[in-house]
């Protein structure tokens, strides 16, 4: 069975501080990786995705994400953080072929102005 | 508003009760999710659709959880005699076909089991 682990439970950064929150799954097949995030009061969004080719990725807002697949790990980063960026952040694995999606437990990030 | 839709927002029930929620995924996606998260945790996914077919449940999915999407639209998730257990967040997901892997999310019913 797939499973994700996020290394942090809550991040606290001053802005223009870098970003890196970790993410490693386990699973031996080939898989699809993501990150979401979830705005205080929102739904969660996309932010960024890899299916496949160069591993290291980027999304929206200045995030970006490198998979090593020796590392079983999806790390999200952004060089340079904003308020605006406080929110959770959770990682998801699904399998290659497979309909089924398994997020990690989530990430806080609080950023102080 | 285009996206996905979940009403109502919060439930409070009293322990015992059926609740019913529904979804209203974005208007041509033919896949569907159903998950629950909560506090703390990531969304666990619960069982999901494609058009009206059920094609896969989750073992969290005990006997008291049904859910149902008789048009390949909109869908329902029914929790019956409700236990504290199940206070959490309900959260639905539709994709677009050709784009299976991304899950365009609802903002959540909020269930609250007293």
């Known amino acids: 069975a797939q499973s994700v682990s996020q290394h942090n439970h809550h991040v606290i950064l001053s802005e223009a501080a870098s970003l890196e929150l970790g993410c490693n799954y386990s699973?031996?097949?080939?898989?699809?990786l993501f990150w979401y995030v979830q705005y205080p009061g929102q739904h969660l969004q996309l932010l960024l995705k890899?299916?496949?080719?160069?591993?290291l990725v980027k999304g929206i807002k200045g995030f970006e994400a490198e998979f090593i697949k020796s590392k079983f790990s999806f790390n999200l980063r952004k060089p340079s953080v904003q308020w605006s960026d406080t929110a959770e952040y959770f990682c998801a694995v699904n399998a290659e072929y497979g309909q089924n999606f398994v997020f990690g437990p989530g990430t806080r990030l609080s950023v102080l102005p | 508003d285009t996206g996905v839709s979940q009403d109502p927002r919060h439930k409070i029930t009293k322990r015992g009760q059926n609740v019913t929620f529904r979804c209203d995924p974005i208007?041509?996606?033919?896949?569907l999710y159903w998950y629950r998260q909560t506090l703390g945790q990531g969304p666990e996914f619960l069982t999901y659709?494609?058009?009206?077919?059920?094609?896969?449940k989750s073992r969290l999915l005990s006997d008291r959880f049904s859910a149902e999407r008789p048009k390949g639209s909109f869908s329902t998730l029914e929790i019956q005699r409700t236990e504290q257990g199940d206070s959490a967040m309900y959260l639905c997901?539709?994709?677009?076909?050709?784009?299976?892997?991304?899950?365009?999310f609802g903002a959540g019913t909020r269930l609250s089991v007293l």
């Open positions: 997901a539709s994709t677009l076909a050709g784009q299976i892997q991304i899950q365009y």
């Open positions: 659709f494609q058009n009206e077919a059920q094609l896969e």
């Open positions: 699973y031996g097949g080939t898989v699809n």
């Open positions: 208007s041509e996606h033919n896949r």
């Open positions: 890899y299916f496949s080719g160069d591993p």
